[in-house]
Nanobody, 127 residues
């Protein structure tokens, strides 16, 4: 059974940092395209960071580029999202997703298309 478990969310002041973790079981993160997504109250889920399993660098939307960093620890079977220079508009529930699709950037940028999802972790950025 596949499980993706996010952690690391919390309350932080604007300009601060948080690091989210997504621990996987039942799948190997190095063999899946992995992504981070978020959903703010009253808004649709949106893509924030991802990486294709078949190589390449992480990719980001313009809204977080330069502030968020995706990383993967294959030994721990865990992916991370380092979030710096946080803004109040970053407030959302953050989700981890995984898909077998090798070139997943296109579907990730649509905010969907994952085979598996975590339950999310709440990030609140105060002004």
């Amino acid at each position: 059974q596949v499980q993706l478990v996010e952690s690391g969310g919390g309350l932080v002041q604007a300009g601060g940092s948080l690091r989210l973790s997504c621990a996987a079981s039942g799948l190997t993160v190095s063999r899946y395209s992995m992504g981070w997504f978020r959903q703010a109250p009253g808004k649709e889920r949106e893509f924030v960071a991802g990486i294709n399993w078949n190589g390449g660098n992480p990719y980001y939307p313009d809204s977080v580029k330069g502030r968020f960093t995706f990383s993967r620890d294959n030994a721990k079977n865990t992916v991370y999202l380092q979030m710096d220079s946080l803004k109040p508009e970053d407030t959302a529930v953050y989700y981890c997703g995984a898909t077998r699709f090798p070139n997943a950037e296109g579907i990730m940028r649509k905010g969907d298309g994952m085979d598996y999802w975590g339950k999310g972790t709440l990030v609140t950025v105060s002004s």
